[in-house]
């Protein structure tokens, strides 16, 4: 058993290393197959960070009446913070309203010589609510509504820009989505021709392979190395493909950084190298050794 | 023991065999004898199942061969050597490679396949040739080839389809011998050819084969072909 598996991978290896231009070429096609594949992980990544910071920007303030307590305040956080559909709850205060208020307006001088001259505070404590899913912020509008604290509520704001925002993600989705489909599309394509390079190798190995049924070696047997084979184009490919993509992203990503000032690309592909690796290893493998085992099954009939 | 029972192969219209009955003991000498065409090759791949008779049972030790499932042909084939009338050597494999390969496929250790395979290429007069690549070497070499891989792991059977073809007289002299020696040891040999000099010079049993019937089966027998 362990002599086979042994005489196996030693074939496969030999294979590999008697059929140079052979090998050379698959791996090409199938680094083009795995790039597009890094690409498809890279792409989702940035669109849905970009969604996610637009998403982000969206939220709606729950004001309440002057004489609502602060402790009366939290607990409706609390409640709200219960909700399956919320994210995040932020409270606050009249006093940290006023902050912001004055920090956001310091240099206009109109407003602020109004506010001294008003003496006091005229801003209302307040709750941040921030939903997980920009559409459920109907819901928990809602809610609020149909509470029993809705006597406490002055007025329920959504942010200004969320229509926005709304339609901003809605394109950063439908682009997702077409996306998408490009390059899963690409990948298929990518695959099969990876497919048919592999299974062009094989065709020209077919009279061995009738040769070994013939003289009596079993279809593991003749399987096999074409299985290591396989799996060598596969871990060669995985690693070039990466080897070649690191640069590229290295480049791209600070052009990409100053649409996007929060994400960056090179940290996510530095930060996910492994993950990455992983991913290229376990389909280029597979790709490998699936397409060697199907395209060799049609000449194991003799 | 190998025997066909009323075995009748047909390919779309030509019978290549016609209701052919025949017995071969263990330790027999059997050639099979025959013009281009006759059958010879048809036989030998009944035997291992690389085609199908369109009637009768074919009996190769305890298998029914027309019974048998594609997985299970393997072990069949392994149970005996061929030397097939095109060689069939693995075109990747050099010449000790594919001499290698039925060992393993016996199940041998390295350390004794190390030890077999320069001792029967000796045997077969190719040891200066054993890295070589079957398109390196000439028609009578990759013959000695496939005789040296068809009988390396001791077959009970060795099945020889006109393995005498492409060699000179001194090497089928050479051949022959070979072929009566490992008979000898005990090995069944079926020897199918079409050499009138072949068949008188072992004066052993004798299967004649025209138009893919049996014409005559004598023990002793010579070349009556006409
Ligand atoms: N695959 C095939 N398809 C059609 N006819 C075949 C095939 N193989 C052999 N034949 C025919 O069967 C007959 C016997 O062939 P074969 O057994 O190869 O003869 P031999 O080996 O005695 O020269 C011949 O007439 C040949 O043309
Ligand atoms: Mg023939």
Same mark, same amino acid.
């Given at each position: 058993?362990a002599?086979t598996l042994?005489?196996?991978?030693?074939?496969?290896?030999?294979n590999?290393?008697?059929?140079g231009?052979l090998?050379?070429?698959?791996?090409?096609?199938?680094?083009?197959?795995?790039?597009?594949?890094?690409?498809?992980?890279i792409?989702?990544?940035?669109?849905?960070?970009?969604?996610f910071?637009?998403?982000?920007?969206?939220?709606?303030?729950?004001?309440?009446?002057?004489?609502?307590?602060?402790?009366?305040?939290?607990?409706?956080?609390k409640?709200?913070?219960?909700?399956?559909?919320?994210?995040?709850?932020?409270?606050?205060?009249?006093?940290n309203a006023?902050?912001?208020?004055?920090?956001?307006?310091?240099?206009?001088?109109?407003?602020?010589?109004?506010?001294?001259?008003?003496?006091g505070?005229p801003?209302?404590?307040?709750?941040?609510v921030?939903?997980?899913?920009?559409?459920?912020?109907?819901?928990?509008?809602?809610?609020l509504?149909?509470?029993?604290?809705?006597?406490?509520?002055e007025?329920v704001?959504?942010?200004?820009?969320?229509?926005?925002?709304?339609?901003?993600?809605?394109?950063?989705?439908?682009?997702?989505?077409?996306?998408i489909?490009?390059?899963?599309?690409?990948a298929?394509i990518?695959s099969?021709?990876t497919?048919?390079?592999?299974r062009?190798?094989?065709?020209s190995?077919?009279?061995?392979?009738?040769i070994?049924?013939l003289?009596?070696a079993?279809?593991?047997?003749i399987r096999g190395?074409?299985?290591?084979?396989?799996?060598?184009?596969?871990?060669?490919?995985g690693?070039?493909?990466?080897?070649?993509?690191?640069?590229i992203?290295?480049?791209?990503?600070?052009?990409?950084?100053?649409?996007?000032?929060?994400?960056?690309?090179?940290?996510?592909?530095?930060?996910?190298?492994?993950?990455?690796?992983?991913?290229?290893?376990?389909?280029?493998?597979?790709l490998?050794?699936?397409?060697?085992?199907i395209?060799?099954?049609?000449?194991?009939k003799? | 023991m &190998?025997?066909?029972?009323?075995?009748?192969?047909?390919?779309?219209?030509?019978?290549?065999?016609?209701?052919?009955?025949?017995? +071969?003991?263990?330790?027999?000498?059997?050639?099979?004898?025959?013009?281009?065409?006759?059958?010879?090759?048809?036989? +030998?791949k009944?035997?291992?199942?690389?085609?199908?008779?369109?009637?009768?049972?074919?009996?190769?030790?305890?298998?029914?061969?027309n019974?048998?499932?594609?997985?299970e042909?393997?072990?069949?084939?392994?149970?005996?050597?061929?030397?097939?009338?095109?060689?069939k050597?693995?075109?990747?494999?050099?010449?000790?490679?594919?001499?290698?390969?039925?060992?393993?496929?016996?199940?041998r250790?390295?350390h004794?396949?190390?030890?077999?395979?320069?001792?029967?290429?000796?045997?077969?007069?190719?040891?200066?040739?054993?890295?070589?690549f079957?398109?390196e070497?000439?028609?009578?070499?990759?013959?000695r080839?496939? &005789?040296?891989?068809?009988?390396?792991?001791?077959?009970?059977v060795?099945?020889?389809?006109e393995p005498?073809g492409?060699?000179?007289?001194?090497?089928?002299?050479?051949?022959?011998?070979?072929?009566?020696?490992i008979?000898e040891?005990?090995?069944t040999?079926?020897?199918?050819?079409?050499?009138?000099? +072949?068949v008188d010079? &072992?004066?052993?049993?004798?299967?004649?084969?025209?138009?893919?019937?049996? &014409?005559?089966?004598?023990?002793?027998?010579?070349?009556?072909i006409?």
């Amino acid at each position: 058993m362990a002599t086979t598996l042994a005489r196996i991978i030693k074939y496969g290896v030999q294979n590999f290393l008697r059929n140079g231009w052979l090998s050379a070429v698959t791996i090409l096609v199938m680094v083009l197959a795995l790039f597009v594949f890094n690409s498809l992980v890279i792409f989702n990544f940035l669109t849905d960070s970009a969604s996610f910071a637009l998403k982000d920007k969206i939220d709606i303030s729950v004001y309440f009446k002057e004489i609502t307590g602060e402790d009366d305040i939290l607990k409706v956080g609390k409640n709200l913070e219960a909700l399956p559909e919320v994210r995040a709850v932020e409270y606050i205060s009249k006093e940290n309203a006023l902050k912001i208020f004055s920090d956001a307006h310091k240099e206009d001088v109109v407003i602020s010589s109004a506010l001294e001259e008003l003496g006091g505070n005229p801003l209302l404590a307040s709750l941040n609510v921030k939903a997980k899913d920009p559409n459920d912020y109907d819901k928990i509008a809602s809610y609020l509504e149909n509470s029993s604290f809705f006597a406490a509520i002055e007025k329920v704001t959504y942010a200004q820009n969320q229509l926005v925002i709304n339609r901003l993600a809605q394109v950063v989705n439908a682009l997702e989505n077409v996306g998408i489909s490009v390059v899963i599309v690409l990948a298929l394509i990518a695959s099969l021709v990876t497919f048919n390079t592999i299974r062009l190798g094989i065709y020209s190995n077919r009279e061995e392979l009738g040769i070994m049924r013939l003289v009596g070696a079993s279809n593991k047997y003749i399987r096999g190395p074409y299985i290591v084979n396989g799996i060598l184009y596969g871990i060669i490919a995985g690693v070039l493909s990466l080897v070649i993509a690191a640069p590229i992203v290295s480049l791209a990503s600070p052009y990409l950084s100053a649409f996007m000032p929060d994400v960056s690309l090179s940290n996510y592909f530095y930060g996910n190298l492994s993950k990455l690796l992983g991913y290229q290893l376990m389909f280029g493998m597979l790709l490998g050794s699936v397409s060697s085992v199907i395209a060799v099954r049609r000449y194991l009939k003799i | 023991m &190998i025997a066909f029972n009323h075995v009748t192969k047909q390919y779309n219209n030509t019978a290549a065999l016609d209701d052919v009955t025949f017995k +071969v003991n263990p330790g027999e000498f059997v050639s099979i004898v025959g013009k281009s065409g006759a059958g010879k090759s048809t036989i +030998v791949k009944l035997i291992i199942g690389e085609e199908r008779p369109t009637h009768g049972r074919i009996l190769v030790g305890s298998n029914e061969v027309n019974k048998l499932k594609s997985d299970e042909l393997p072990r069949l084939r392994r149970e005996v050597g061929i030397v097939f009338q095109d060689f069939k050597l693995i075109p990747t494999k050099t010449a000790a490679e594919n001499i290698s390969f039925a060992l393993e496929l016996a199940g041998r250790q390295q350390h004794e396949i190390e030890n077999l395979v320069p001792q029967m290429l000796d045997m077969v007069g190719l040891a200066d040739k054993a890295d070589n690549f079957p398109n390196e070497l000439s028609g009578g070499e990759k013959q000695r080839v496939a &005789i040296a891989r068809a009988m390396v792991h001791k077959p009970a059977v060795v099945v020889a389809d006109e393995p005498t073809g492409n060699l000179d007289d001194f090497n089928t002299q050479e051949i022959i011998k070979l072929l009566l020696k490992i008979n000898e040891f005990g090995t069944t040999v079926i020897l199918s050819t079409h050499s009138r000099h +072949v068949v008188d010079s &072992i004066n052993k049993r004798v299967i004649s084969l025209s138009d893919g019937k049996i &014409i005559s089966d004598e023990e002793k027998g010579k070349y009556t072909i006409l």
